[in-house]
């Protein structure tokens, strides 16, 4: 039951920017980081000199979000910033490298997935194999090791899972599959679901990126029926696709591994 309070005083300073490094950092992940702060620490914008922003360029995907079937596509996605490039994601989860400074494109991968409900990508993950692994102050949480060629594609790479049920890494430098990635790039997140029709079971969130495991959800239809999908969480291999663990709170088991089938 909701009980009014009176209101609560606020600072009477305004709060220091949480970051000592005005002006760098990448936007790597759906929240800017791994921990979510949605932080851009630029003093340069802020209340004083927001009303002076104005538009430089513009892209147009060319990926429209209509649903004249009815699938509810939508543009919803947060873009990442890595660097100079900016990488984007389209409805239909087609992802697009641009130049930050002039909007030029300078890849696109073609995913085009497709679903009855739901159609729409809301971001993507990011690894980088060359760069150290997070330190953490727990022994159980350390990222697990993996195994890369520096010299071989995709030592950067994207992810993007679809609500038609694919996990697919992109290399972040060409735009190509990373083929040594699940099958050809692409993990089949049906796999292990039983029967889990579209569009009963789908994927809407954005993967994240933790350590060197890439993590991704599920949404569930509501009141179809007693016996749908599990809403399983699964964590995969960042390098391989392999499947690390899953977690399904209503299973017996609750990190019982999905067998085909």
Same mark, same amino acid.
């Given at each position: 039951?909701?009980?009014?309070?009176?209101?609560?005083?606020?600072?009477?300073?305004?709060? !220091?920017?949480?970051?000592? @490094?005005?002006?760098?950092?990448?936007?790597? =992940?759906?929240?800017?980081?791994?921990? +979510?702060?949605?932080?851009?620490? %630029?003093?340069?914008?802020?209340?004083?000199?927001?009303?002076?922003? #104005?538009?430089?360029?513009?892209?147009?995907?060319?990926?429209? !979000? $209509?649903?004249?079937?009815?699938?509810?596509?939508?543009?919803?996605?947060? !873009?990442?910033? &890595?660097?100079?490039?900016?990488?984007?994601?389209?409805? #239909?989860?087609?992802? $697009?490298?641009?130049?930050?400074?002039?909007? +030029? @494109? /300078?890849?696109?991968?073609?995913?085009?997935?497709?679903?009855?409900?739901?159609? /729409?990508?809301?971001?993507?993950?990011? %690894?980088? =194999?060359?760069?150290?692994? *997070?330190?953490?102050?727990?022994?159980?949480?350390?990222?697990?090791?993996?195994? #890369?060629?520096?010299?071989?594609?995709?030592?950067?790479?994207?992810?993007?899972?679809?609500?038609?049920?694919?996990? &697919?890494?992109?290399?972040?430098?060409?735009?190509?599959?990373?083929?040594?990635?699940?099958?050809? +790039?692409?993990?089949?997140?049906?796999?292990?679901?039983?029967?889990?029709?579209?569009?009963?079971?789908?994927?809407?969130?954005? *993967?994240?990126?933790?350590?060197?495991?890439?993590?991704?959800?599920?949404? &569930?239809?509501?009141?179809?029926?007693?016996?749908? !999908?599990?809403?399983? &969480? /699964?964590?995969?291999?960042?390098?391989?696709?392999?499947?690390?663990?899953? %977690?399904?709170? /209503?299973? *017996?088991?609750?990190?019982?591994?999905?067998?085909?089938?």
């Amino acid at each position: 039951m909701f009980i009014p309070h009176a209101p609560v005083a606020g600072p009477t300073q305004e709060a !220091p920017l949480a970051s000592t @490094k005005d002006g760098t950092g990448d936007w790597s =992940a759906y929240g800017r980081t791994a921990t +979510g702060t949605r932080l851009a620490p %630029f003093s340069e914008i802020n209340r004083n000199t927001i009303s002076r922003l #104005h538009q430089v360029w513009t892209i147009h995907t060319g990926d429209i !979000p $209509i649903s004249p079937g009815g699938n509810g596509a939508e543009d919803q996605e947060t !873009p990442l910033q &890595i660097g100079n490039t900016l990488f984007l994601c389209t409805p #239909h989860n087609n992802v $697009i490298a641009v130049d930050a400074d002039s909007g +030029g @494109k /300078r890849w696109e991968a073609h995913v085009n997935s497709q679903s009855k409900i739901w159609q /729409r990508c809301r971001g993507l993950g990011y %690894f980088d =194999a060359s760069a150290p692994l *997070p330190v953490t102050t727990n022994a159980l949480s350390a990222p697990e090791p993996i195994s #890369h060629d520096p010299t071989a594609p995709c030592d950067k790479r994207l992810f993007t899972n679809t609500p038609d049920g694919r996990l &697919i890494a992109i290399d972040a430098q060409t735009g190509e599959y990373c083929q040594e990635f699940g099958t050809n +790039g692409t993990v089949n997140l049906l796999e292990g679901l039983g029967n889990a029709p579209d569009p009963q079971y789908q994927v809407t969130s954005p *993967p994240t990126v933790a350590g060197t495991t890439v993590i991704v959800g599920g949404r &569930i239809a509501d009141n179809v029926k007693t016996d749908m !999908p599990g809403g399983v &969480i /699964r964590g995969y291999d960042v390098i391989t696709g392999a499947l690390r663990w899953a %977690f399904d709170a /209503r299973n *017996p088991d609750p990190n019982h591994k999905l067998t085909e089938g």
